[in-house]
């Protein structure tokens, strides 16, 4: 009895952090190349097997938030007109240059530095084949390959596999292990004067949000029924 | 307390700032020279409370881990050097700069200040000012006696006095550029003023490498785009509206907490 009650109250924890994920997708809808996050929700198994009058052998589980994933679908490409805008058509990351090692991402609104360097907003250099990229005086021209005129390239990683990336905030993603950074890659699409809008699906979220609010009353629901129940037998059996 | 409340929140203040540079964008679709703002957004730090890769219970590694976000900032509020449109007025000392460049203007603390609106007049004395007063630096008097100016699109200023067949040149208009506009800092009236960012002016006559040529008779108008701003504000709206639907919900669950003792 005291387990299910456990169990419920765990339900609601989970459903709780599926809700704080869900939240940070619906306040980052407007965020360029942003990706959602997704979360479900895991059963582990606690302990086995209540023995009852050898009949039933209830399995008491609690459930938590788990396998959540980053959710690397494309999102849809807006046109800006500024040509410091580069969109990824498609799989792939930029890398950028951090004070804390090599980051990735897909937030392509750059700008040029007083030293003429293509950085982020925050002033992180995007990195090339061979070191960071300078914008030619003449202006940025990239082609649809990630080229410049003058033999520059940008680099690329590979995010086909996002378990092995971590989100590190500022619209950049980290290894999620330093020793095994994403493999590079060569064949991603790049438009100029474009910017990946963010991929958070408002719909599913609303809907994912009710279901997140309802389940977690029913386990409330749960949890008073219990209650209710455990009363009764202290109170209502004893007085027999 | 329940974290998707403050993410909720900071998502409802960034889609705010984007309404705020939105309404200012289109408070100023008649501006001359005015670049449009566009607001940048970055996701906040990740908490993780399970690594992707590490053990599970059972004894193999998570696939995947756990990262919770706390939300959105602003990152910055870019502004967009694209050219405008031109309109023509006839007036002798309006002028477009069609490319890359800045007018310098001189302000009254003796520093410089750099505008892309080209909407100049006479002073009393006859110095080409700009509507507040400002004289275009290098300073350039038209002569009282004048009958018509004309402004080459390389700068040089050429008037005709009455009774005079030909004209003579009074000056030339030099432009400023910088490395990074996107980093000037606006200061209002039209005027920018050069950060660390922008880096420092660099100088050239209208039409050398890199700078753009001038028309007479034309001034630009704001590259705000109608369509592209109602789109903008229609998409912050309910970005916002979304965030307040998250506040609800966290409010409703911490409601039902509050309700588990009766």
Redesign the interface.
Same mark, same amino acid.
């Not at chain 1, 809700?19 to 360029?32: F, M, P, Q, R, S």
């Not at chain 1, 938030?65 to 980053?70: C, L, P």
């Not at chain 1, 971590?166 to 619209?171: C, L």
């Given at each position: 009895m005291i387990q299910a009650l456990y169990t419920a109250a765990s339900g609601?924890a989970s459903?709780?952090?599926r809700?704080?994920?869900?939240?940070?997708?619906?306040?980052? /809808?407007?965020?360029?190349g942003?990706k959602q996050?997704l979360?479900a929700i895991d059963t582990?198994q606690l302990a086995n097997a209540v023995q009852g009058e050898g009949e039933y052998a209830l399995t008491m589980s609690t459930v938590h938030?788990?396998? *959540? =994933?980053?959710d690397m679908t494309p999102g849809s490409i807006r046109s800006? =007109?500024?040509l410091?805008d580069l969109a990824i058509e498609g799989p792939g990351l930029i890398v950028v240059s951090t004070p804390d090692g090599e980051r990735y991402t897909r #937030?392509g *609104?750059f /700008?040029?530095?007083?030293?003429?360097y293509l950085t982020t907003?925050?002033g992180f250099q995007v990195m090339g084949q061979s070191g960071p990229i300078r914008v030619p005086?003449?202006g940025l021209v990239i082609d649809g390959t990630g080229r410049l005129a003058d033999g520059q390239a940008l680099r690329f990683v590979s995010d086909a596999e996002? *378990?092995?990336l /971590?989100?590190? #905030? =500022?619209?950049l993603y980290a290894p999620?292990?330093e020793t095994t950074p994403p493999d590079a890659v060569n064949d991603v699409a790049i438009a100029q004067g474009q910017i990946e809008n963010s991929n958070v699906n /408002?719909v599913r979220?609303?809907v994912e949000?009710?279901c997140?609010?309802r389940s977690?009353?029913a386990y409330?629901r749960t949890?008073?029924a219990l209650?209710q129940t455990n009363g009764q037998a202290s109170t209502d059996l004893g007085r027999v | 307390m329940i974290r998707a409340l403050f993410t909720a929140a900071t998502g409802m203040t960034a889609q705010q700032l984007n309404i705020d540079a939105t309404a200012n964008n289109l408070a100023n679709v008649n501006t001359t020279g005015f670049k449009r703002t566009r607001v940048d957004f970055q996701d906040l730090l990740y908490q993780t409370p399970r690594q992707p890769g590490a053990p599970t219970a059972q004894g193999t590694d998570a696939p995947t881990g756990i990262q919770v976000g706390s939300g959105v900032r602003p990152a910055s509020t870019q502004r967009i050097f694209s050219q405008g449109d031109f309109q023509q007025t006839d007036n002798p000392l309006d002028l477009v700069i069609e490319g890359d460049g800045f007018f310098q203007v001189l302000r009254p603390d003796g520093t410089t200040a750099y505008t892309r609106a080209g909407s100049f007049q006479k002073d009393a004395n006859g110095r080409v000012v700009n509507p507040d007063g400002y004289p275009l630096q290098p300073e350039i008097t038209i002569p009282q006696t004048a009958v018509s100016v004309s402004i080459g699109t390389d700068g040089s200023v050429n008037v005709t006095l009455a009774g005079s067949s030909t004209s003579q040149q009074v000056g030339t208009i030099d432009l400023a550029r910088f490395a990074n506009p996107a980093g000037l800092n606006a200061i209002g009236r039209n005027l920018y003023l050069p950060t660390a960012a922008s880096g420092n002016a660099i100088t050239g006559a209208p039409g050398s490498t890199n700078f753009g040529t001038l028309s007479q008779g034309f001034v630009e108008m704001s590259n705000v785009k109608v369509v592209e701003e109602m789109v903008n504000l229609i998409v912050g709206q309910r970005a916002y509206e979304a965030g307040s639907k998250a506040v609800q919900s966290a409010d409703e669950m911490l409601q039902l907490a509050n309700n588990l003792r009766r």
């Open positions: 609601m459903n709780q952090t809700l704080d994920v869900l939240a940070n997708n619906l306040a980052n /809808v407007g965020t360029t942003f996050d979360v582990t938030a788990g396998r *959540s =994933g980053i800006t =007109g500024n410091m #937030g *609104s /700008v040029r530095d007083a030293n003429g907003d925050a005086e003449t996002p *378990s092995r /971590v989100k590190a #905030g =500022g619209n999620a292990d /408002v979220t609303m949000m009710l997140t609010l977690y009353e409330q949890i008073q209650d | -």
